[in-house]
C-alpha cells in the first residue's frame, strides 16, 4: 500500500519570504514523486517530479523540492513567494515497480496564503 | 487547446437520476485515469485504461459505477441511481504511452451536485 502525509493543512507567509509545504510517503518500492497545484474551481496543475537521479529537482514557476529518502520525504520549496503563489498544493506518490499499477495516491492537500 | 477535456463541467441533478461524463485526453496519450475529489481533501483514484482497456479499478468504483473507453480515445463515466454521497469534482487525467515514470495531466474536472 502507498500513502502521503501532508501535515500541514495551511501554511501562511509574507510575499517574498521562502515558501516550504512538506510531504512525506510510504511505498513498498521506489517512489515516484510528484507536486500539483490547484486554484479555485479547476484540476491539477503539474509542477514538478522526482523520478530517479539528482535529490533536488527543479519545476514551474520557481518551484523545487528536496527528495530525502531517509527520512520518506519530499517538501516543496519556493526561495521567494509571490501573492499568485495561493493555492492547493497536492503531493502524490506511485510505486515505481511493474505490478504496483499506475495509480496515483495523493496526500490531503495544503493551502498555501501569501500575504502581500 | 491541446490539453485533457472533460464535460460538463458542472452537474447538478436529482437523486436517483443516472449521469454520465466525458473526458477527451490528450491526442498521443493511452493511459487514461479517472480520480474523485470531495471538498478539503485530495483526489481518489477510481480508474485506469490503458487503451480500451480498464486495467485497474479502486474498491471506491460501486457497482453504480461503470467507465468505458470503447475506441481507446476519449472515455465515459456513468454513475447510476445517484446519491447525495456521490457529490464531488471528478477529474480524469491522462499520460504518455509505455513511459510510466511520467507525469499525469489533469482536466478542469467536472463538478457534480446531487440534491
Known amino acids: 500500500a502507498q500513502s502521503v502525509a501532508q501535515p500541514e493543512d495551511q501554511v501562511n507567509v509574507a510575499e517574498g519570504n521562502p515558501l516550504t509545504v512538506k510531504c512525506t510517503y510510504s511505498?513498498?518500492?521506489?517512489?515516484?514523486l510528484f507536486w500539483y497545484v490547484q486554484y479555485p474551481n479547476r484540476g491539477l496543475q503539474f509542477l514538478l517530479k522526482?523520478?530517479?537521479?539528482?535529490?533536488l529537482v527543479k519545476g514551474s514557476y520557481g518551484f523545487e523540492a528536496e527528495f530525502n529518502k531517509s527520512q520518506t520525504s519530499f517538501h516543496l520549496k519556493k526561495p521567494s513567494a509571490l501573492v499568485s503563489d495561493s493555492a492547493l498544493y497536492f503531493c502524490?506518490?506511485?510505486?515505481?515497480?511493474?505490478?504496483?499499477?499506475?495509480?496515483?495516491?495523493f496526500g490531503g492537500g495544503t493551502r498555501v496564503l501569501v500575504k502581500p | 487547446d491541446t490539453g485533457v477535456s472533460q464535460d460538463p463541467r458542472h452537474k447538478i441533478t436529482k437523486r436517483g437520476q443516472n449521469v454520465t461524463f466525458r473526458c477527451d485526453p490528450i491526442?498521443?496519450?493511452?493511459?487514461l485515469y479517472w480520480y474523485r475529489q470531495t471538498l478539503g481533501q485530495g483526489p481518489e483514484f477510481l480508474t485506469y485504461?490503458?487503451?480500451?482497456?480498464?486495467?485497474?479499478k479502486s474498491r471506491l468504483l460501486s457497482d453504480r459505477f461503470s467507465a468505458e473507453r470503447p475506441k481507446g480515445s476519449f472515455s465515459t463515466l456513468e454513475i447510476q441511481r445517484t446519491e447525495q454521497g456521490d457529490s464531488a469534482m471528478y477529474l480524469c487525467?491522462?499520460?504518455?504511452?509505455?513511459?510510466?515514470?511520467?507525469?499525469?495531466?489533469f482536466g478542469q474536472g467536472t463538478r457534480l451536485t446531487v440534491v
Open positions: 487525467a491522462s499520460s504518455f504511452p509505455d513511459r510510466k515514470n511520467t507525469e499525469a495531466f
Open positions: 511505498v513498498s518500492g521506489n517512489p515516484y
Open positions: 522526482y523520478i530517479t537521479g539528482d535529490n
Open positions: 502524490a506518490v506511485r510505486d515505481a515497480g511493474k505490478a504496483a499499477g499506475n495509480k496515483l495516491t
Open positions: 491526442s498521443e496519450h493511452n493511459r
Open positions: 485504461f490503458q487503451n480500451e482497456a480498464q486495467l485497474e
